[in-house]
């Protein structure tokens, strides 16, 4: 499956998103001929390569036909106040969106950011969701980078979207709520959940028409995940910054399954040891690197009560391991067997659920989701800190879980 995993070490708007992609390979007529399906009028689009200190990159440029200045997203242009976009609700939006000609899969990707942008707006204003009137996220301009991206991601035959940690920046923007500070309040909801470092620009980097494009498309965020890389795109921004102001966007095939690796099985059989024990016996294992450790009770001769203890583990731990068992247990022999195994890439992801940030456990089987697991010391947690079932909050994450992760 064809992956992209966005590189943003200096943050993210969406003309910088859609330049990237058009640097990756999306051609940039069909870009502009996908865009007409919206039947949007008012603006024409600009394709240019610009410098980024000692690196190229592509510029794109969202003309609005009333002699405007080209677009840049907020926080990456002078003040929006300089010309009056129109104010949309989000049912105007998905209306929109929905009567155009666009492929059915563009329209899903696009309805989805706009609603968490939505969602966004109505949890900091105190509003509900038919109740919020975008104003820079519903101009032309921030219209065409979230669809403009869902068309290159599409048109590139992109199966999952992966995406580095996000930079905060710093300092304050004016903006149509008047003066914030950076993040402004909305992206700050949108990157709930989301890894975000702090390089120390007192700038705004990252825009709220880039954090719900990243935010809502990623299937993961934080490391490049195994990928053979078949094209790489910059995309530029309008900021100066020590670091050159780019999106870079790596395209490729997802690594296939770790694949085969040899396992060794320790084992032992024990009929004389205090029930009490076997914690502490598990406990030193998995710091000696099994991967794994189980208790299986048996029935020995003479018909007396046993546990047979299995470990897994690599090749080279059998040693360490045994240690731990002649320490620990009364046994006198331990046995081991080599194994073959297939196993998935696997990875931990902080997901924002109903109920907050937290931890997954997930499997990909070439690229696409196989398990997704909610870490369950974080769901008891919150289950006892919110007063309700451990099962409510657990059926909960596993939903809000598939529905995050899917492509």
């Known amino acids: 499956m064809k992956i992209a995993y966005f590189d943003c070490p200096s943050g993210a708007a969406g003309d910088m998103i859609m330049g990237s992609l058009v640097d990756a390979g999306v051609p940039f007529e069909a ?24 690196f190229r990159g592509i510029k794109v440029d969202v003309h609005l036909h ?45 309805g989805r950011i706009f609603t968490r942008l939505a969602q966004a707006e109505a949890r900091v204003h105190g509003t509900t969701v038919d109740r919020v009137h975008f104003h820079d996220v519903g101009a032309v301009d ?18 999952a979207v992966h995406c580095s940690a996000l930079p905060v920046g710093g300092g304050f923007v004016t903006g149509s709520h008047g003066r914030m500070p950076v ?35 990623a299937a993961s965020a934080g490391a490049m995940p195994a990928m053979t890389v078949e094209a790489v795109g910059y995309g530029a921004g309008t900021m100066d910054l020590e670091t050159p102001n780019l999106v870079r966007v790596f395209l490729g095939q997802a690594a296939a399954p770790a694949g085969r690796e040899t396992i060794v099985q320790v084992e032992t059989t024990v009929d004389d ?3 009490q024990l076997w914690e502490a016996v598990m406990e030193r294992l998995f710091e000696a ?22 470990a897994l583990c690599a090749p080279e731990r059998v040693t360490e391991l045994s240690r731990v068992l002649f320490e620990e247990s009364p046994t006198i022999g331990v046995r081991w067997t080599a194994y073959q195994r297939e196993r998935l890439d696997r990875e931990t992801v902080t997901l924002a659920t109903t109920y907050g940030p937290i ?28 007063g309700l079932p451990a099962r409510e ?10 529905r995050l992760l899917q492509p």
């Open 289 to 310: 690197g099994a991967l794994d450790v189980y208790l299986t009770p048996v029935t020995m001769k003479k018909s007396r009560p046993g546990i047979v203890l299995t």
């Open 273 to 275: 040891m205090q029930p």
């Open 359 to 386: 931890p997954f456990k997930v499997s990909r089987l070439a690229g696409r989701v196989v398990t997704a697991t909610p870490e369950f010391g974080e769901v008891r947690r919150i289950a006892k800190e919110k």
């Open 183 to 217: 993040p402004g309040p909305g992206t700050a909801e949108l990157l709930k959940g989301f890894p975000v470092i702090d390089t120390g620009v007192r700038r705004e980097l990252v825009t709220p028409t880039g954090a719900a494009i990243l935010t809502t498309l």
């Open 31 to 54: 870009l502009q001929g996908e865009l007409a399906k919206l039947r949007l009028p008012g603006f024409t689009l600009e394709r240019r390569e610009v410098m980024k200190g000692a």
């Open 66 to 110: 009333d002699h405007s200045h080209a677009h840049q997203d907020a926080g990456h242009a002078p003040p929006r106040g300089e010309h009056h976009p129109p104010e949309r609700n989000l049912a105007a939006i998905l209306e929109l969106i929905a009567a155009s000609g666009l492929d059915t899969a563009v329209k899903e990707s696009a």
């Open 142 to 159: 921030a219209i065409v980078d979230v669809v403009g991206a869902c068309i290159g991601l599409h048109l590139l035959g992109v199966g």
């Open 393 to 402: 909050v657990l059926d909960q994450a596993r939903a809000d879980g598939r």
